[in-house]
C-alpha cells in the first residue's frame, strides 16, 4: 500500500511539473482549458491523480479551478500585471543594494559571460536564447543575495509573469534597450556601486511594466 502511494505520488509530481513546463512556455495558453479526462488519457493516469497535479498548479496561481466549469491555465490581467511589475521593482531594488557588495568575483565575472552569451544571442536573432540567459543573469544575483525571503517572493511574482515576460523581448527596440539595461547593470555591479544598481535594477522592470502598459495587446493574445 506504501508503495503504490508513493507511486502515485511521484505519478502526479511527474504531471505537475510536465503541465507547469507547457504552461510557462506557452503551449498551453492563458485560458486553455485543462480537461480531467483528455489528460488522465495522456498521462495514463487516473482523474484522481490528475486532479492532485492541477490542484498544486492552482496553489501556484498557474491554473484556475472552477466548480462544474473544470481547470483553465490562469491569465494575468493588465492592472494584475502592473501591480506584479511594481511589487517587483521594489524587490529588486532591495535585492541589489543587499548584494552588490557581497556578491563575489568570480559572480561578476559570469555575469559578464553570460552578458557576452545575451549579445551573440541577439546578433544571431535567437530571441528566446537571449531570454534564457537573461533568466540566468538575474539568478547569479539571487543566489548571491543573503535575503532570501526577498528572493522568494521575487521568484514567485516571476513565476506569475514569465508566461508574458518572454513575448516582451519581440516588442520592436525592446532587445536593444534590454541589453543596454543589463549591461548597466553589470557596470554597476563590477564598480560595487549599491545605489546606482539599486536604481538601475528598479527601472529596468519598470521599463517592463511599460512595455506592458503599451503593448498590452501583443503580450497577452
Not at 541589489?96 to 553570460?114: E, G, L, N, P, W
Amino acid at each position: 500500500m506504501y508503495i503504490a502511494a508513493m507511486k502515485n505520488e511521484n505519478q502526479t509530481t511527474k504531471i505537475y511539473n510536465s503541465l507547469k513546463q507547457m504552461i510557462i512556455s506557452g503551449e498551453y495558453p492563458p485560458l486553455s482549458p485543462l480537461h480531467e479526462i483528455k489528460l488522465s488519457e495522456h498521462y495514463e493516469a487516473s482523474r484522481n491523480t490528475v486532479k492532485k497535479a492541477l490542484l498544486m498548479l492552482e496553489r501556484e496561481n498557474l491554473v484556475s479551478i472552477e466548480l462544474n466549469k473544470g481547470a483553465r491555465v490562469k491569465s494575468v490581467s493588465l492592472e494584475e500585471a502592473k501591480e506584479f511589475l511594481e511589487l517587483r521593482a521594489a524587490l529588486e531594488r532591495f535585492i541589489a543594494q543587499k548584494t552588490v557588495s557581497i556578491i563575489s568575483d568570480d559572480d561578476i565575472i559570469k555575469m559578464r559571460s553570460i552578458l557576452d552569451t545575451m549579445k551573440q544571442s541577439l546578433q544571431e536573432h535567437k530571441l528566446l536564447e537571449y531570454s534564457q540567459n537573461n533568466q540566468r543573469f538575474h539568478m547569479v544575483i539571487y543566489q548571491a543575495c543573503p535575503n532570501k525571503p526577498a528572493v522568494e517572493m521575487t521568484t514567485n511574482i516571476k513565476l506569475q509573469m514569465c508566461r508574458y515576460d518572454t513575448k516582451t523581448i519581440l516588442v520592436p527596440g525592446r532587445d536593444v534597450d534590454s541589453f543596454a539595461e543589463h549591461e548597466a547593470i553589470w557596470e554597476a555591479f563590477r564598480l560595487r556601486d549599491s545605489d546606482k544598481a539599486a536604481t538601475l535594477t528598479e527601472q529596468h522592470v519598470l521599463n517592463v511594466k511599460s512595455i506592458f502598459e503599451e503593448h498590452f495587446s501583443l503580450l497577452f493574445l
